[in-house]
């Protein structure tokens, strides 16, 4: 594999479109950001250098289906084209030019878990993954794309992703079944989206999916969940009191994560029981009995923090 010889056949790939395009270029810019976001996850994890290349690949490819969704539709919309199963189609059955991914990757022995990791890299979930390095591989990609959307969400024009400004965002209010999933710490049915804000919110419930330890020590580092919050005006009364609750519990989130010292193919799913425990204990116990409850000494558990949660 090499990655700078797939790079130029990306850029070549991409004559085919308008790259003056405000939602091209913003998808030119994060295919490069998830790529870095990759790398960077890869070194922190100190995976091998091909398991590093393999993930830079996937990162290259991973979108590759949107060019021709913004193309024909000019829309990020699901609805419009399930962009992740088109690129696995251009890329591995691309009738007449069959195997498109020849020109970006000669060899063929890592086109499953190239390919599974593209089709299910948008997934509500991530499922149906026997073999330990494609799942590896994965959510390497998972975690990748969320990084990188946050720089998107800071940086780029909301009309061209949302379609809508900050303002009529911030104004809108938050539909239940959206407010009861952010607020089980679930990511957001994109059928249940209805309002500017149900789609702010998403992108937000995105953090309680990543799959890595590396990975959010990189959204502790860039301050990105208090930075992605404080970009919309809320003047929706009620979207701004949820909104104030989601930032603490997204806070807390990540804080906890950042305290245990187990390996990270289990510590995500201790923390996350961790903080599950902390957040019922926040919203159900008086305060005063916390207070007290907290100065008492407890051994420390196998899990990595102490009794009384």
């Given at each position: 594999m090499d990655f700078y010889t797939a790079k130029r056949q990306f850029n070549n790939y991409l004559k085919d479109y308008d790259c003056h395009n405000d939602k091209i270029r913003l998808k030119i810019a994060h295919t490069y950001g998830v790529v870095k976001e990759s790398t960077d996850i890869s070194a922190r994890m100190q995976l091998s250098e091909e398991d590093t290349t393999l993930a830079k690949m996937i990162?290259?490819?991973?979108?590759?289906?949107?060019?021709?969704?913004?193309?024909?539709?000019?829309?990020?919309?699901?609805?419009?084209?399930?962009?992740?199963?088109?690129?696995?189609?251009?890329?591995?059955?691309?009738?007449?030019?069959?195997?498109?991914?020849?020109?970006?990757?000669?060899?063929?022995?890592?086109?499953?878990?190239?390919?599974?990791?593209?089709?299910?890299?948008?997934?509500?979930?991530?499922?149906?993954?026997?073999?330990?390095?494609?799942?590896?591989?994965?959510?390497?990609?998972r975690d990748a794309d969320k990084l990188d959307n946050c720089r998107v969400k800071l940086e780029d024009r909301l009309e061209t992703f949302m379609d809508?400004?900050?303002?009529?965002?911030?104004?809108?209010a938050i539909s239940p079944k959206v407010r009861d999933s952010i607020l089980r710490?679930?990511?957001?049915?994109?059928?249940?989206?209805?309002?500017?804000?149900?789609?702010?919110?998403?992108?937000?419930?995105?953090?309680?999916?990543?799959?890595?330890?590396?990975?959010?020590?990189?959204?502790?580092?860039?301050?990105?969940?208090?930075?992605?919050?404080a970009r919309i005006p809320y003047t929706n009364p009620e979207t701004k009191e949820v909104m104030k609750r989601v930032e603490e519990e997204l806070i807390e989130y990540a804080r906890i994560g950042l305290i245990s010292s187990c390996p990270c193919t289990d510590r995500i799913t201790i923390d996350r029981t961790h903080f599950v425990l902390s957040m019922i204990l926040q919203y159900t116990i008086p305060a005063s009995v916390l207070t007290v409850v907290a100065t008492i000494p407890a051994p420390t558990i196998a899990a990595g923090f102490t009794l009384p949660y």
């Open positions: 990162a290259l490819l991973h979108d590759i289906g949107r060019f021709e969704q913004l193309k024909q539709f000019d829309s990020f919309l699901p609805d419009t084209m399930d962009h992740a199963a088109y690129g696995v189609k251009i890329l591995f059955n691309n009738a007449p030019h069959q195997n498109l991914i020849r020109n970006f990757i000669p060899e063929s022995d890592f086109d499953e878990i190239i390919r599974i990791s593209i089709a299910k890299h948008s997934d509500f979930k991530l499922d149906g993954i026997s073999d330990a390095r494609t799942l590896l591989h994965a959510k390497i990609i809508t400004s900050a303002e009529e965002t911030g104004a809108s710490h679930e990511c957001i049915l994109s059928s249940d989206r209805v309002t500017p804000m149900d789609y702010w919110i998403s992108y937000l419930a995105y953090f309680y999916d990543i799959n890595f330890r590396e990975s959010l020590d990189i959204i502790e580092e860039q301050n990105y969940i208090p930075k992605i919050i």
